[in-house]
């Protein structure tokens, strides 16, 4: 019986009523230790629904996918049942078989398709305890899955610690727990089996503050002391276990030390381990009988997490080590224990130790190709901290930072670096010295007084070599700094100062004696910095490990540089110039894959026309280049030089590959590249979808930059719609500060979104003033920037702003002359246009109609129509005009069809009803996706494996759309047209 826990209790009913009706649902019980979490997750288990357990183990939080298999493994036939790309991913995470690690994400999906088999006959309880000890991999793995529930019948019930950043769960509910009231509190104390005296009783209950552990431990220890405990909750309950342990045997002691140190629930390798030390398995009996552990011969459960603390935190640290040592040598070779093995190692050195180094490495080893960056990064930095090698160890942490960068710590990476940076100073003098000893024939001994000489002199040449790199970086930082340069600073003069400055350092790394070392800490150095927003230094990072690269590496050295396009977008024309011009002067093969993918996106980004961008990616791929990965940033510079309709087929090609390949971290880039050539092509609902389906993924799996640069987009789309209210907010939210606020990199899109809602709304003044910030860099470049060029036209003009117009004017001019694209000069010649007279002012208009592209079109028909209106031409203007208004309504562009309507009421033409915009428009943006995908004739497998899903929530959006369509089945979606 629980008490006190009403509430809680019916929230979690609630959950489990939805799911016996197909609902499913998660929630998140924190609260501090001993406070009852583990007692409503067992409330819940005995609620009649079948349940399947897991909890995260403290000496398993760096055993990637551990708490994972603990979950799966009672449905492990069910796994070998999955979608096969999503079985080898399982598989792989478990190290089981020979398959290529997947994308984690595709694990998640592995699991919600999981746990949707296993519900296929009924509801399914799915609980989690003490998540905040959840090794990395599986948390990621468990929230995906969670927060992609739907209808499944499945609810996720985890418990963990107070802290959000225990156990961070965006996404997720959550319930936090607090202590039992007063009336509640005594009847679990008076419920014990000690006898309390009164003024006993009330300082426990004033002590306990409501803990329903501490309620029950303390009266055990009640007599000890008179004083009030001033340690923390926690720790007294620690210190109560402690003593109870205390007045056990020795034997006993030592058996629950090596099972604590163990921290699974198996005993065979516990109880191997017990028996060097002089303990077996009778001398648990006075720990189960004391009410500590629970244990049937083959397994072990601890009553709570504390007592274990205790048993090993309470013990001496040459009786830990030496329990470590035996299970270390319990555990045995193994290739299914050797990453505990290692672990246990480690825990028993203390010093240098390379067994237990090289030990660790292969278990990080092991752990990155499984896609488990986090207890990889673990591994690798605590196997160099028990190298006897210098070089080994400087090898090892670096590797720990360039595993912390994939696994996005890059604060963690670049502190990695850091210290791999000074190690690597060390190693290059000793080289040096002992160089010069072996030439001189010097003894063994002067060879270690050489050593000792060059200690000496490591500090005084990192010295130098740091004061010389921050002088030349201040004396850069001076003239241009991190953010983008005004759009009146001399160009040509910044790129001297930048060319000059990554020579130098360039030089420098390579005349290193390990050069090899020097440019990967760059890179790492560089993302590091680039993530912390400083785009700036983490460019000039990147040039200078290009130009140190060029001459011996130029393949590496285009790699660089492909990443280095990706800095200078952030910076401004002079670095993108600065970027073409060195990718120039590199040798290198024609059929290397980095060829085209570096001609095309140096040529495009730094504004000059460059090939078709489908001969470019179909060169790369004929070259061997890894697709899609190395060809997502093509889209990106396709949309610079305005080839949309290439960037939206490759894209979709890319997007396709991404999802069979499993590489689900590449999808929120390609749906935002998606979203925005379908909208530029006409198609805002499917633009839409793409953008939503974009951030839901980059909100799973953790990547801010596209989160805030869809939710910008998503701002621009309802812009277009009119919608004031979402536009604000996702513009809001675009340029948050969690994302870097003003110079987040969404701001360019969401000032474009504001200025689009006060033009279509007809407030040119808010327009211009939101115009304004993509008047200079880097907005200014941006695809943003470029596509706002006609807005920026249409708004100076109306405003009288005529100088502010011609300088537009100039630019779109200028871009279309360089892009070579249709659409742009009709856009070009709109602006002309409006600056224009007369009979120059129809031929310009006339001109741009040519563009054919639909809201664009629209718009140059409603300024047109409004133009012949003025000039007195009525039946010409209503024919302009109801033709801008037949596009507006079919791209549900609300204020441009508002103002068109008003236009033709001035000429005395009464407007029809809103065209209907089609049967999609009846449908939420993710109904839509799954009817569209139905409709072409896949599965629900198929489309749930598409878009992240699990089948059943594609077939429960099938059957709430089946309705709103008029149609009883999927094989009538085919007669349905479902164009844009």
């Known amino acids: ?125 799915c609980l989690i305890d003490d998540a905040h000890w959840l090794d990395r991999a599986t948390a990621e793995t468990l929230l995906f899955a969670a927060r992609r529930l739907d209808a499944e019948g499945v609810v996720m019930l985890f418990a963990t610690r107070s802290g959000p950043e225990d156990f961070p769960a965006p996404g997720l509910s959550e319930l936090a727990l607090s202590g039992l009231r007063a009336d509640a509190a005594a009847a679990l104390l008076d419920a014990g089996p000690t006898r309390l005296t009164p003024a006993t009783r009330y300082r426990l209950l004033a002590e306990s503050g409501g803990n329903p552990l501490a309620l029950l431990e303390f009266p055990s220890v009640a007599g000890a002391t008179d004083d009030l405990n001033p340690l923390p909750l926690t720790q007294r309950l620690q210190l109560a276990f402690h003593g109870r342990i205390a007045r056990l045997p020795a ?109 660790l490495e292969h278990t990080a080893d092991r752990a990155r190709r499984r896609n488990g960056f986090h207890g990889a990064v673990a591994a690798y930095d605590r196997a160099a901290a028990l190298s006897v090698d210098t070089e080994a160890r400087l090898r090892r942490l670096v590797l720990a930072a360039e595993t912390a960068t994939e696994a996005g710590l890059t604060d963690q990476a670049a502190h990695l670096a850091d210290r791999a940076a000074a190690l690597n100073v060390d190693t290059e003098a000793r080289l040096r010295k002992r160089a010069f000893a072996t030439e001189a024939g010097l003894t063994d001994q002067a060879a270690h007084l050489a050593d000792h000489a060059a200690a000496l002199n490591v500090d005084t040449e990192a010295r130098r070599r740091r004061r010389a790199t921050e002088a030349e970086l201040a004396d850069h930082a001076t003239h241009s700094g991190d953010r983008a340069p005004n759009v009146d600073t001399d160009a040509r003069t910044r ?16 005349q290193s004696a390990d050069g090899e070392y020097d440019l990967r800490l760059a890179l790492v150095r560089a993302q590091a910095e680039f993530a912390a927003g400083k785009p700036g230094s983490a460019h000039r990072r990147l040039m200078a490990a290009a130009i140190g690269s060029a001459a011996s590496d130029p393949r590496g050295a285009a790699r660089i540089l492909i990443r280095a396009v990706h800095t200078a977008w952030y910076l401004g024309p002079a670095e993108l110039d600065g970027v073409a011009d060195l990718a120039a002067t590199l040798r290198l093969d024609e059929d290397d894959p980095t060829t085209p993918i570096v001609r095309y996106l140096t040529g495009s980004v730094s504004g000059h026309r460059t090939v078709d961008l489908r001969d470019a990616a179909g060169a790369a791929r004929a070259n061997g280049a890894d697709s899609p990965a190395d060809l997502v940033q093509l889209c990106g510079s396709g949309l610079v030089v305005g080839q949309d309709d290439q960037v939206g087929e490759l894209a979709d090609e890319l997007i396709g590959e991404s999802r069979e390949q499993g590489r689900i971290a590449l999808l929120a880039p390609l749906l935002f590249f998606r979203s925005e050539a379908a909208l530029f092509g006409g198609r805002p609902g ?295």
């Open 1 to 125: 019986m629980l008490h006190g826990r009403e509430a809680e209790q019916a929230t979690i009913d609630e959950l489990l009523t939805g799911a016996r009706a197909g609902r499913s649902g998660a929630l998140v019980l924190r609260g501090e230790a001993g406070i009852g979490k583990s007692a409503l997750l067992d409330y819940a288990a005995a609620q009649g629904i079948p349940t399947v357990r897991s909890a995260g183990i403290e000496s398993e939080a760096e055993l990637p996918f551990a708490a994972l298999h603990l979950l799966v493994r009672p449905g492990m036939e069910l796994v070998r049942q999955l979608p096969p790309r999503q079985r080898d991913a399982m598989e792989a995470a478990f190290g089981l078989g020979d398959s290529t690690p997947a994308d984690r994400m595709l694990i998640g999906l592995a699991l919600l398709t999981l746990l949707a088999e296993e519900a296929a006959e009924g509801p399914l309880l």
């Open 251 to 359: 034997a006993t002691r030592t058996i629950l030390l090596v099972a604590a140190a163990s921290g699974a629930g198996d005993l065979a390798p516990v109880l191997r381990a017990a028996a060097v030390l002089g303990a077996a398995l009778p001398d648990l009996q006075p720990a189960a009988d004391a009410g500590l552990i629970n244990t049937d011969g083959q397994t072990l459960t601890w009553r709570h997490p504390l007592s274990r603390a205790a048993a090993y935190q309470g013990s001496a640290l040459t009786d830990r080590l030496a329990a470590h040592r035996a299970l270390a040598d319990a555990l045995g070779g193994g290739s299914d224990t050797a990453d505990l093995r290692a672990w246990h190692l480690a825990c028993a050195a203390t010093g240098p130790d390379e067994r237990a180094a090289t030990a």
């Open 495 to 510: 790129r001297r100062a930048l060319a000059t400055e990554t020579a130098l350092t360039g030089r420098a790394a390579t």
């Open 686 to 980: 499917e633009s839409r979808a793409a953008a939503e389906e974009g951030v839901r993924i980059a909100e799973d799996i953790g990547q801010p930059q596209w989160i805030s640069q869809l939710t910008a987009f998503l701002a621009y789309l309802a812009a277009l719609r009119g919608d004031e209210q979402s536009c604000r907010a996702y513009a809001e939210r675009a340029a948050a500060e969690e994302f870097g606020g003003a110079q987040s990199v969404g701001a360019p899109w969401a000032h474009a979104a504001l200025a689009l809602l006060a033009l279509g709304r007809g407030r040119l003044e808010q327009a211009r003033a939101e115009l304004e910030h993509m008047t200079v860099e880097p907005a200014r470049h941006h695809v943003s920037g470029l596509r706002c060029l006609a807005d920026q036209i249409e708004v100076a003009t109306r405003l009288g702003a005529t100088d502010q117009a011609t300088e537009a004017l100039a630019r779109l001019t200028a871009w279309s002359a360089r892009a070579g694209q249709e659409w742009i000069a009709a856009l070009a010649a709109r602006g002309r246009a409006l600056l224009a007279d007369g009979p120059d002012a129809e031929q310009h208009f006339q001109a741009a109609l040519a563009g054919n592209r639909p809201f664009d079109e629209a718009r140059t028909r409603l300024l047109y129509g409004e133009w012949l209106r003025r000039d007195k031409r009525k039946v010409d203007a209503r024919g302009q005009l109801e033709q801008a208004l037949e596009l507006f309504d079919r791209l549900d562009a609300t204020p441009w069809s508002d103002r068109t309507r008003t236009e033709l009421a001035a000429l005395g033409v009464g407007a029809g009803a809103k065209a209907s915009a089609g049967p999609l428009s009846v449908l939420t943006p993710q109904e839509s996706q799954i009817v569209r995908l139905a409709a072409q004739g896949l599965s629900n497998r198929e489309i749930a494996a598409r878009l992240v899903l699990s089948h059943r929530t594609v077939g429960h959006h099938l059957y709430k759309a089946y309705p709103k369509l008029g149609v009883l089945s999927r094989g009538e979606l085919s007669e349905l047209d479902l164009a844009q």
